[in-house]
């Protein structure tokens, strides 16, 4: 995958994540032309509070209806990502804007995990087939 210069950005935040965020690491990502994927782990109390329960953003589906709706570390992670690409893209291209919300899926398991790790490693095989290749 040859990445744009906004790609080369995106990958040296994504490499960097532990300046300025000491909660979170992230032990694989791919950059793709016009999205990216990643596991990130979020290492902190806000994601340890049900560690038995599921967490769900849909409040009228989750067991516990005291548990947060999302993970106050990730969702903290990716605005910092989010604004401090922009920012430096933003010198040369005005026109960058990313999707307003994110995706985000917890890891259930090893079996989830491997299989997340696995799409994750194989996505820039793929790319030249992705519905999202323009």
Known sequence: MHL???GEILKNELDN???H?????????????????AI?????????VCPNEQRNPNPSQCSN??????VPTLSRYIASLKSAVSKQIHIFNKEFEWQSRYNDHLIRGNKD???????????VEKWDSDCFNQ
Do not use: Q, T, W
């Open 21 to 37: 965020h000491k909660n979170i690491e992230i032990p694989l990502y791919v950059v793709m032309p016009n999205h990216f994927h």
């Open 40 to 48: 990130i782990i979020c290492r902190d109390i806000a994601c340890d």
């Open 17 to 19: 994540y532990n300046i």
């Open 65 to 70: 209806k005291d548990m947060a709706r999302h």
């Open 113 to 123: 995990g491997n299989k997340i790790a696995e799409y994750i490693e194989n996505n």
């Open 4 to 6: 744009s210069k906004e």
